[in-house]
Protein backbone atom coordinates (compact mmCIF):
# COMPACT_ATOMS: atom_id res chain seq x y z
CA UNK A 1 0.00 0.00 0.00
CA UNK A 2 1.64 3.16 -1.31
CA UNK A 3 -0.69 5.79 -0.32
CA UNK A 4 -0.62 8.92 -2.52
CA UNK A 5 2.27 8.62 -4.96
CA UNK A 6 3.37 12.25 -7.07
CA UNK A 7 5.40 12.22 -10.00
CA UNK A 8 7.89 14.05 -10.58
CA UNK A 9 9.66 15.17 -7.51
CA UNK A 10 10.94 18.11 -9.27
CA UNK A 11 10.75 20.02 -12.47
CA UNK A 12 11.78 23.20 -13.81
CA UNK A 13 9.64 24.74 -16.66
CA UNK A 14 10.74 27.39 -19.13
CA UNK A 15 7.64 30.32 -19.34
CA UNK A 16 4.92 29.24 -21.70
CA UNK A 17 5.55 25.46 -21.52
CA UNK A 18 3.68 22.90 -20.20
CA UNK A 19 3.38 19.64 -17.94
CA UNK A 20 1.25 17.50 -16.19
CA UNK A 21 1.45 16.32 -12.61
CA UNK A 22 0.54 13.11 -11.62
CA UNK A 23 -0.86 12.14 -8.49
CA UNK A 24 -1.96 8.53 -8.09
CA UNK A 25 -3.66 6.60 -4.79
CA UNK A 26 -4.47 3.44 -3.62
CA UNK A 27 -6.48 3.27 -0.72
CA UNK A 28 -9.42 3.82 -2.86
CA UNK A 29 -10.57 7.31 -1.70
CA UNK A 30 -13.14 8.72 -3.55
CA UNK A 31 -12.19 12.34 -2.51
CA UNK A 32 -8.54 13.66 -4.00
CA UNK A 33 -7.65 17.26 -3.80
CA UNK A 34 -4.33 19.24 -5.46
CA UNK A 35 -3.10 21.98 -3.16
CA UNK A 36 -0.29 24.66 -3.72
CA UNK A 37 2.58 25.60 -0.77
CA UNK A 38 4.22 29.17 -1.43
CA UNK A 39 7.36 29.26 0.48
CA UNK A 40 6.24 30.80 4.62
CA UNK A 41 2.70 29.76 3.81
CA UNK A 42 -0.36 27.66 3.86
CA UNK A 43 -1.65 25.55 1.39
CA UNK A 44 -4.02 26.66 -0.88
CA UNK A 45 -6.81 24.67 -2.53
CA UNK A 46 -6.42 24.69 -6.29
CA UNK A 47 -8.72 21.74 -7.59
CA UNK A 48 -11.00 19.00 -6.30
CA UNK A 49 -12.98 16.15 -6.56
CA UNK A 50 -15.63 13.88 -5.63
CA UNK A 51 -14.90 11.06 -7.18
CA UNK A 52 -14.12 10.14 -10.86
CA UNK A 53 -15.97 12.01 -13.72
CA UNK A 54 -16.05 14.91 -11.28
CA UNK A 55 -14.20 17.62 -10.30
CA UNK A 56 -14.66 21.47 -8.71
CA UNK A 57 -12.66 24.71 -8.34
CA UNK A 58 -10.87 25.44 -5.25
CA UNK A 59 -9.37 28.44 -4.07
CA UNK A 60 -6.77 29.43 -6.83
CA UNK A 61 -7.93 27.13 -9.56
CA UNK A 62 -6.69 29.62 -12.33
CA UNK A 63 -3.80 28.31 -14.79
CA UNK A 64 -4.50 25.26 -14.01
CA UNK A 65 -7.21 21.82 -15.13
CA UNK A 66 -7.89 18.54 -13.52
CA UNK A 67 -9.16 15.24 -14.78
CA UNK A 68 -10.51 12.52 -13.04
CA UNK A 69 -11.28 9.16 -15.67
CA UNK A 70 -10.44 6.94 -12.74
CA UNK A 71 -11.13 6.46 -9.02
CA UNK A 72 -7.00 6.23 -8.76
CA UNK A 73 -5.79 9.12 -10.77
CA UNK A 74 -6.30 12.89 -10.64
CA UNK A 75 -3.51 14.99 -12.73
CA UNK A 76 -2.84 18.34 -12.57
CA UNK A 77 -1.92 20.22 -15.80
CA UNK A 78 -0.78 23.55 -16.17
CA UNK A 79 -0.74 24.75 -19.52
CA UNK A 80 1.34 28.18 -20.41
CA UNK A 81 3.63 28.17 -17.26
CA UNK A 82 3.93 31.52 -15.55
CA UNK A 83 6.87 32.25 -12.88
CA UNK A 84 3.86 33.05 -10.36
CA UNK A 85 3.29 29.45 -10.53
CA UNK A 86 6.81 28.36 -9.14
CA UNK A 87 5.55 26.18 -5.80
CA UNK A 88 5.25 23.36 -4.19
CA UNK A 89 2.06 21.01 -5.23
CA UNK A 90 0.81 18.41 -2.88
CA UNK A 91 -1.89 16.02 -3.92
CA UNK A 92 -3.71 14.48 -1.29
CA UNK A 93 -6.60 12.12 -1.22
CA UNK A 94 -9.20 11.49 1.69
CA UNK A 95 -12.24 8.21 1.53
CA UNK A 96 -15.10 10.72 2.26
CA UNK A 97 -15.27 14.37 3.86
CA UNK A 98 -19.22 13.96 5.08
CA UNK A 99 -19.04 15.76 8.41
CA UNK A 100 -22.18 15.08 10.72
CA UNK A 101 -22.96 17.21 13.70
CA UNK A 102 -19.99 18.59 13.98
CA UNK A 103 -17.72 15.04 13.89
CA UNK A 104 -14.66 14.20 12.18
CA UNK A 105 -13.82 14.48 8.68
CA UNK A 106 -11.96 11.45 7.35
CA UNK A 107 -8.15 12.66 7.29
CA UNK A 108 -6.63 13.56 4.35
CA UNK A 109 -3.12 11.64 3.36
CA UNK A 110 -0.84 13.81 1.19
CA UNK A 111 1.71 12.62 -0.96
CA UNK A 112 5.32 14.00 -1.15
CA UNK A 113 5.10 16.81 -2.95
CA UNK A 114 6.28 18.15 -6.57
CA UNK A 115 8.48 21.26 -6.53
CA UNK A 116 8.17 23.15 -9.52
CA UNK A 117 10.29 26.39 -10.43
CA UNK A 118 9.33 28.55 -13.47
CA UNK A 119 12.06 30.38 -14.87
CA UNK B 1 -9.48 39.22 7.43
CA UNK B 2 -7.36 35.71 6.51
CA UNK B 3 -9.90 32.73 6.71
CA UNK B 4 -7.43 31.12 9.04
CA UNK B 5 -4.32 33.10 10.75
CA UNK B 6 -2.15 31.69 13.60
CA UNK B 7 0.55 32.79 15.72
CA UNK B 8 3.13 34.20 13.54
CA UNK B 9 6.45 32.20 14.72
CA UNK B 10 9.38 31.33 15.18
CA UNK B 11 8.50 29.64 18.73
CA UNK B 12 12.04 28.66 20.10
CA UNK B 13 11.75 26.96 23.15
CA UNK B 14 14.37 24.36 25.26
CA UNK B 15 13.62 20.75 25.65
CA UNK B 16 11.11 20.30 28.49
CA UNK B 17 9.05 23.23 27.43
CA UNK B 18 5.44 23.50 27.56
CA UNK B 19 4.23 25.86 24.39
CA UNK B 20 0.54 26.72 23.11
CA UNK B 21 -0.53 27.70 19.66
CA UNK B 22 -3.16 29.73 18.64
CA UNK B 23 -5.24 29.81 16.07
CA UNK B 24 -8.40 32.27 15.12
CA UNK B 25 -10.93 31.59 12.30
CA UNK B 26 -13.17 33.74 10.43
CA UNK B 27 -16.03 31.36 9.19
CA UNK B 28 -18.75 30.85 11.47
CA UNK B 29 -19.68 27.43 9.82
CA UNK B 30 -16.84 26.09 10.18
CA UNK B 31 -17.59 22.12 10.89
CA UNK B 32 -14.61 20.55 11.50
CA UNK B 33 -10.92 21.41 12.83
CA UNK B 34 -7.40 19.69 12.90
CA UNK B 35 -3.71 20.52 13.61
CA UNK B 36 -1.69 19.16 11.32
CA UNK B 37 2.42 19.23 11.19
CA UNK B 38 4.66 19.37 8.29
CA UNK B 39 8.59 18.69 8.78
CA UNK B 40 10.59 20.77 6.54
CA UNK B 41 10.19 20.24 3.03
CA UNK B 42 7.92 17.09 3.43
CA UNK B 43 3.98 16.63 3.29
CA UNK B 44 1.70 17.87 6.22
CA UNK B 45 0.44 15.01 8.56
CA UNK B 46 -2.47 15.23 10.60
CA UNK B 47 -1.31 15.22 14.34
CA UNK B 48 -4.99 15.69 15.72
CA UNK B 49 -8.59 16.59 15.27
CA UNK B 50 -10.36 19.02 17.30
CA UNK B 51 -13.03 18.38 18.72
CA UNK B 52 -16.02 20.78 20.75
CA UNK B 53 -15.13 19.10 24.06
CA UNK B 54 -11.22 19.43 24.25
CA UNK B 55 -8.78 16.07 23.14
CA UNK B 56 -5.92 15.03 24.18
CA UNK B 57 -3.18 12.53 22.82
CA UNK B 58 -0.47 11.84 25.18
CA UNK B 59 1.44 15.44 25.26
CA UNK B 60 -0.79 17.31 22.94
CA UNK B 61 -4.13 18.93 23.97
CA UNK B 62 -6.02 20.86 21.47
CA UNK B 63 -8.56 22.65 22.54
CA UNK B 64 -11.94 24.66 20.33
CA UNK B 65 -14.34 27.48 21.42
CA UNK B 66 -16.53 27.89 18.99
CA UNK B 67 -18.18 31.50 20.45
CA UNK B 68 -14.78 33.01 19.87
CA UNK B 69 -13.65 31.05 17.02
CA UNK B 70 -10.25 30.23 18.61
CA UNK B 71 -8.58 27.23 18.44
CA UNK B 72 -5.52 25.98 20.31
CA UNK B 73 -2.70 23.28 20.18
CA UNK B 74 -0.78 22.77 23.19
CA UNK B 75 2.24 20.62 23.78
CA UNK B 76 3.95 19.50 26.75
CA UNK B 77 7.20 18.18 28.04
CA UNK B 78 8.44 19.35 24.54
CA UNK B 79 11.04 17.28 22.53
CA UNK B 80 13.75 17.60 19.80
CA UNK B 81 11.48 15.46 17.48
CA UNK B 82 8.74 17.81 17.93
CA UNK B 83 10.40 20.48 16.13
CA UNK B 84 8.05 21.37 12.89
CA UNK B 85 5.90 23.75 11.60
CA UNK B 86 2.38 23.25 12.81
CA UNK B 87 -0.85 23.54 10.68
CA UNK B 88 -3.89 24.75 11.58
CA UNK B 89 -6.68 23.73 9.56
CA UNK B 90 -10.18 23.96 9.30
CA UNK B 91 -12.98 22.59 6.72
CA UNK B 92 -16.02 25.07 6.30
CA UNK B 93 -18.14 21.88 5.08
CA UNK B 94 -18.98 19.17 2.69
CA UNK B 95 -16.62 18.40 -0.42
CA UNK B 96 -13.28 18.50 2.07
CA UNK B 97 -12.10 21.86 1.54
CA UNK B 98 -9.73 22.42 4.01
CA UNK B 99 -8.57 26.30 4.81
CA UNK B 100 -5.01 26.29 5.63
CA UNK B 101 -3.75 28.38 8.22
CA UNK B 102 0.22 30.23 7.39
CA UNK B 103 1.52 27.67 10.32
CA UNK B 104 3.51 28.04 13.21
CA UNK B 105 7.33 27.34 13.30
CA UNK B 106 8.29 25.40 16.48
CA UNK B 107 12.08 24.79 16.86
CA UNK B 108 12.81 22.88 20.03
CA UNK B 109 16.81 23.17 21.12
CA UNK B 110 18.87 21.12 23.94
Known amino acids: NAGVTQTPKFRILKIGQSMTLQCTQDMNHNYMYWYRQDPGMGLKLIYYSVGAGITDKGEVPNGYNVSRSTTEDFPLRLELAAPSQTSVYFC??????????????????FGPGTRLTVL | RKEVEQDPGPFNVPEGATVAFNCTYS??????FFWYRQDCRKEPKLLMS???SGNEDGRFTAQLNRASQYISLLIRDSKLSDSATYLC???????????FGQGTELSVKP
Open chain 1, 92 to 109: ASSYDSFVTGGGRTDTQY
Open chain 2, 50 to 52: VYS
Open chain 2, 89 to 99: VVNIGRGGKLI
Open chain 2, 27 to 32: NSASQS
